[in-house]
Nanobody, 127 residues
Framework: LHLVESGGGSVQAGGSLILSCTPS????????MAWFRQTPGNEREAAAG???????RYLHNPGEDRFTISHDNANNVYLGMNNLGVDDNATYYC??????????????????????WGQGTQVTVSP
């Protein structure tokens, strides 16, 4: 499975972006898919995850309500980001794991045990 992220770019603080992850290859199976982000010198951290069969979701900061995750029938996955701040500056990566269920999603995200990863898309937020 090959993952391609898009939708990154430069925005001013308070702005919004929607990142897309487009898989190619065997997309007929159910997947756990997730978005992570990383800044230079820091560990990669989870943003959100979703199971493409059933739609179970994981949000790293569920009380924050700025990020949403969704998917379509082609297993494209989207990360909606609102009210962006400079702390959101990062490279955002899409990840996928086949044969994954809702019960697997949280632990998979915590240990970052996804098999497939994209190359990343840069998000730059200016003050």
């Amino acid at each position: 499975l090959h993952l391609v992220e898009s939708g990154g770019g430069s925005v001013q603080a308070g702005g919004s972006l929607i990142l897309s992850c487009t898989p190619s290859g065997d997309t007929s199976s159910a997947y756990c898919m997730a978005w992570f982000r990383q800044t230079p010198g820091n560990e990669r951290e989870a943003a959100a995850g979703i199971v493409t069969s059933g739609g179970a979701r994981y949000l790293h900061n569920p009380g924050e309500d700025r990020f949403t995750i969704s998917h379509d029938n082609a297993n494209n996955v989207y990360l909606g980001m609102n009210n962006l701040g400079v702390d959101d500056n990062a490279t955002y990566y899409c990840a996928a794991q086949p044969g994954c269920s809702a019960l697997d999603l949280g632990p998979l995200i915590v240990r970052q045990g996804f098999t497939y990863w994209g190359q990343g898309t840069q998000v730059t937020v200016s003050p």
